[in-house]
Each structure stands twice: as C-alpha cells, then as structure tokens.
C-alpha cells in the first residue's frame, strides 16, 4: 500500500473527463488509485467512447510510481458497488479515499423526461452515491488513518432536471457522512466544479462560460483535480461537510 493509501475514483470513462485528471494527481501524490468506469454511458453520448483511456490513464498512473487497476462498473446496479469494492481491495487493498465523479446526464426538462430516465439518474447519481459510501463506511478501519469522501455535484437543472434533482439528493447523501462517519476521521465534502471544458461545450457555449466568469476563462478538469488534492492530503483534514464552489466565480 503506498504511503497515503488506496483511492477509488469512479466516473473515469474518458481521457479529457475530470475523473481521468483527478485519478492521474491522486496518483502523483502518492496514491494508489483504482478507477472505474461505464463504457456504454459514453458511447450512448455525443463525445463517444475513448476505448484507449483506462489503459492510457494506468500507464500514466504506474509511471508516477503508483499501483493502479481499472474496473468496468454499472453503477446503475444496485449489486455493483459493493462488488467494486471487493475487487479495489483484491486488488489494491483497502479504500481510504472514495472519490465519485461518475454521472447520469442526458438533457431534458420537466415536459420531455420520460419516467425510465429519471429513474435511472437517481439510481446512478443519488442511490449509487449512497451505497458506494454506505461500503466505504462499513469496510473503513481506524488503523487505515483518515478517511476522505468527495463527490461532485451539480445545480444545473433547466433544461436538465433529472440531471439537476438526482445531484442535489447527492449532495445531501454525502454531507450526511460527515456527521454519521464522524467517530471513523472520515471527512466529506461536496464540489460544484461549474461548467467544466471536456469537450462537450459548443463554441458559442464556451464563448458565454468565459464571458460569464470574472477570471475570463472556462474551468478545467485541472482545477478540480487541485482540489481533490487537496482535501485528501494531511493539509485538507480540517475542511469538512462543505459543498465548494470552485468555478472562477462564474454566474
């Protein structure tokens, strides 16, 4: 086990998604790092599937001096987290860091989403987040150290409201362990990255982001990497129960 311990970032389907740079930094810092993916979720999307990321992102990973496996999950299946776990902890041992960066997005508003998308927003973005963090709560030893939860929401929900409701819920999910997971050192918090450049935004849609924020720039993936960083080394331990905005002020 390397010296920080075993991360599980979930939600690293693609090379230029925030989950590929947040697994590459945790590794780079000293982490072991198992990602998780959901083949059929990118290639159903308009980006399409990166077949080469996994493989790309562990050769990154085992360069940067960390062990490292990724795992095809369905998070949409109530029975797959708990079998992600058992295998991170086959195959890198045991989870001291839960990092959730996976998603449910498909545009529709309160008119044209149909009952079968909804459900599956929440199953995957509220009720995946419950029991990836229920195993994480139950599986977690004090002589592991600390323990760090991060999970990334989102408050866009015009136009995009299962999308919207399903990460508010997250949100509310995640914060509970700060307190409920208290007497483990578990810390929890929440980001609201704003709109992120992974390639899904026109370019009209870039040139409004990088009107609307006061640094005049969109986000990156690197930006919410710093941050995952942060909050899960020594120095970020006192920063808990938040939901962060680190979006460049942007409104």
């Known amino acids: 086990m390397s010296a920080r311990g075993t991360a599980l970032v979930t939600g690293v389907g693609r090379s230029a998604g925030i989950g590929a740079t947040v ?8 982490w072991d790092v198992a990602i998780s993916h959901w083949r059929p979720y990118d290639e159903k999307m308009p980006w399409g599937g990166d077949p080469d990321a996994q493989r790309e992102l562990t050769d990154r990973m085992t360069a940067a001096g960390a062990r490292s496996v990724a795992i ?8 797959v987290p708990a079998r992600l776990f058992d295998e991170v902890e086959r195959e890198l041992g045991a989870v001291t860091a839960l990092v959730m960066c996976h998603c449910e997005s498909v545009d529709s508003g309160l008119l044209d989403s149909s009952v079968d998308s909804f459900d599956l927003h929440f199953a995957v973005n509220a009720r995946a987040t419950w ?3 229920k195993e994480f709560g139950q599986r977690f030893r004090g002589d592991h150290g600390s323990g760090r939860i991060v999970a990334f929401t989102s408050d866009h929900t015009v136009h995009n409201m299962p999308y919207g409701a399903s ?3 997250l949100d509310r999910i995640t914060l509970a362990a700060t307190h409920e997971f208290a007497h483990l050192g578990i810390t ?3 980001i609201n990255p704003g709109p992120n450049d992974t390639g899904w935004m026109t370019p009209q849609q870039l040139s409004d982001v990088t009107r609307a924020t006061p640094l005049g720039r969109v986000g990156t993936p690197q930006d919410s990497a710093n941050l995952v960083t942060f909050l899960c080394s020594p120095k970020g331990g006192w920063i808990n129960g938040q939901l962060l905005y680190s979006n460049g002020g942007v409104k």
């Open 72 to 79: 095809e999950a369905d998070l949409g299946d109530a029975a």
């Open 23 to 30: 697994a590459a930094d945790l590794a780079e810092a000293g």
């Open 188 to 190: 929890a918090n929440v």
């Open 131 to 133: 029991l990836l963090i």
């Open 167 to 169: 990460k508010g819920a």
